[in-house]
């Protein structure tokens, strides 16, 4: 087996694509799934350490975080379709309604 | 069985509320004759009530209910009680009797007007505030009832408050009596500091015991009831709100600015005598100001030409002779006075309202003249009337007059001084109202022919309470011939409530040597008139020329309003508006005002934060999370 650092190499590596992919990407729907992907680079952290400590609790988490992050991908779509179909756009830099 | 006390004072109120509830849908004549009836009924349960206490023996005569008990803090109790004695007998039967009359008036006199139900309501409300007033059973329940007619006489005075005239008037009336119910107040606490009660009959046992005569807190709570009646029996310095009170419909001023809540303030007084009678001082300083006040009103009254402004001038003169006699501590003549002051004043008011109503408005005697061939009834009964109120044998004022007379030159609180001045305010009364007879009534028409043609005597409804009013100011006067031994009914009916204090001892032939002058005076006074106003009208307006100033003076009512208006108004205005631009507006405003500018402010540093960018608040939340982790890792503090 790979050693520890391995894995949290690709983790930390997948984690930062998808900050960038959040800050960087104007379309929206690719923030979204600029998000899952931070999630599920926190989720193999999660069970890198549960293989490495011999204990079920980091995976238990991940199934929490999966179906946190299933909910949340259902909601954020179903938001984005809204946004869509009043604005015509999912360029997040133009939706700034609430700013004075 | 309802006791009979409640029955008197709940009557008025069951007209208001019936008024109230209904009297706005039924209308005008519905209202009025609600109004009417209850007062009537509560005129018969005066009369009940009257005869009942006649029932019992002199010294037992007083009739008391507790109605429930109103305060009640550790041993301070104050019960909501009525009580009729001789004393508030005399003034529920004048308030109810006098008032029933002015009520039957007012059906003629507002006939037509669009409020005339808020008006019936008024009138019974204050009906009820002033028999709580004479019917309280202590200071508290009184110092309610002041209240009460304070505010009715406000919202009566106002009643045409369209017209900025009248509601000036009732702000001033009000205002001004605040200024004397504040001192009542503070009366009333000293007594519940001294005596811890506010009962009439418990004040009365301890009285003696408690205070010393001529002692400071006697001599201030007596000052400070005075101040209270100053106020709203119109006595100098307070009396400036009277003559304006007349902006209110004219009834109005007949009830309340002539019979009976300008009396208050005498009744307080009559009905507090022995504070009174243990405080020389203050009953000294009161009957000088009850004379300088009978003098002042009168010399005014003798040059208005308002018709209205002459009676009321006349009214704060007459009340003058009352608080002179209370000062001199002849009560019993003092509520004598205010007795047959309240048949004639108002009758001399009604007959005026009569006037302005055939007159459509009319209110300048210059304009007036000749009008007894029009209005037959109107002026005969305002002659008996003025009659009365000069103080002719034997009418009801030369009785009630000549008892504050002798009273003020053989009391022993009274002196050549106050007789003197009573002596020229009967010369002058005489004068002012035969003037103002005259040029009403009799002598030229100064009217155009188109207005005499339109000339009517008022109807049966305004006539009547007249024609009752002249009677009673003809034989009301009767019930206190003094000399003869037991024929003074007056003084033996009041005798249990004044005590000693009431009797004076008289001496037949002194006695009537004083009649035979006050009589002399008044004649002299009525012969002065005609001789200015009928024989010789040029001769008035020549003395007019020759004491330009005086006339001026006189005319302008010893500028007083002006005086106190640049004395006490203006400077309260100026404070008041230094407090208002400085302390509101520059201390209290700005402190407000500079909060919110403070969050303004900050807003608009902190909105630069919010871009409105989701990816700026992506990267400061970025920023956020490395900087804590950073912390947490590294320990740097």
Known sequence: ?100 | MMNILAIILLLPLAGVLLNFLFGWRRGEKFAGWVAVAVMALAFAASVAGFVQLLGLPPTERLLRVDLFKWIAIGKFEVNAGLMLDPLSSLMTLVVTGVGTLIHIYSIGYMHGDRSVVRYFIYLNLFVFFMLTLVLGSNLLVLFVGWEGVGLCSYLLIGFWFERPAASEAGKKAFIVNRIGDFCFLIALFMIVGIFGTLDFAAILQSAPGKLTVGGSAVTAICLLLFAGATGKSAQIPLFVWLPDAMEGPTPVSALIHAATMVTAGVYLMARMYFLFDLAPVATNIIAIIGAATLLLAATIATVQTDIKRVLAYSTVSQLGYMVMAVGVGAYSAAIFHLMTHAFFKALLFMGAGSVIHALKGEQNMNRMGGLSAALPATSLTCTVGGVAIAGIFPLAGFFSKDAILFSAMTSERGGLGFWLAGATGALLTAFYIFRLLFKTFYGRCNLTMEEQRNLHESPASMTFPLKVLAVLSFVGGWVGIPLIPGVNIFDGFLAPVFGAAGETHHEVLFELAMMAVSFAIAILGIFLAHNLFVLNVKGSAGYVERFPGLYRLLFNKYYIDEIYDSLVVQPIRRVSVRLWRDFDDGMLDASVNGAGGFVTLAGDVVRKLQTGYVKSYAVMMLVGVFAILLYLTTGVK
Do not use: C, W
Request: aromatic share 8%.
């Open chain 1, 1 to 100: 087996m790979a050693p520890l650092e391995h894995y949290l190499i690709v983790s930390a590596l997948l984690f930062s694509i998808g900050v960038v992919g959040v800050v960087v990407r104007r379309n929206a729907i690719v923030v979204v799934m600029s998000i899952e992907l931070m999630l599920n680079a926190g989720n193999l952290a999660f069970v890198t350490f549960a293989r490495f400590l011999d204990s079920m609790d980091g995976q238990l988490v991940v199934f929490f975080v999966m179906g946190v992050a299933a909910a949340e991908a259902a909601v954020g779509l179903a938001i984005l379709i809204l946004v869509y179909r009043n604005r015509e756009t999912t360029d997040v830099d133009e939706l700034k309604l609430l700013r004075l």
